[in-house]
């Protein structure tokens, strides 16, 4: 079992960033595909973007908007997601997901293991 854990979210102003960073158990972590999924009250979760094991990056155009971007960092077992220029939009709960798919997935159902989230609210 792959034990995922979030961090870096919080309060913060409209036009703000955050890097959310995605730790995990499994050593290593560069053989998962990783997907930052989000999901806000009243709402289906929503796809924000992921990195391949084998390296492509994928996001959503509808969320990200160019603002995002997703980054690995083997040594530390971790992914990262930068978020700039927030908007009360992007208000969510920001989980990553990993799987051992070749790439990038939109579909939630696609990933086998979760971590628990960590909250993003973006103040106007």
């Known amino acids: 079992q792959v034990q995922l854990v979030e961090s870096g979210g919080g309060l913060v102003q409209a036009g703000g960033s955050l890097r959310l960073s995605c730790t995990a158990s499994?050593?290593?972590?560069?053989?998962?595909?990783v997907g930052w999924l989000r999901q806000a009250p009243g709402k289906e979760r929503e796809f924000v973007g992921g990195i391949s094991w084998t390296g492509p990056i994928t996001y959503s155009k509808d969320s990200a908007k160019g603002r995002f971007t997703i980054s690995r960092d083997n040594a530390k077992n971790a992914v990262f997601l930068q978020m700039n220029s927030l908007e009360p939009e992007d208000t969510a709960v920001y989980f990553c997901?990993?799987?051992?798919?070749?790439?990038?997935?939109?579909?939630?159902?696609?990933?086998?293991?979760w971590g628990q989230g960590t909250q993003v609210t973006v103040s106007s």
């Open positions: 499994t050593r290593p972590f560069s053989t998962y595909t």
């Open positions: 997901a990993a799987s051992r798919y070749g790439r990038v997935s939109s579909s939630a159902a696609d990933y086998m293991y």
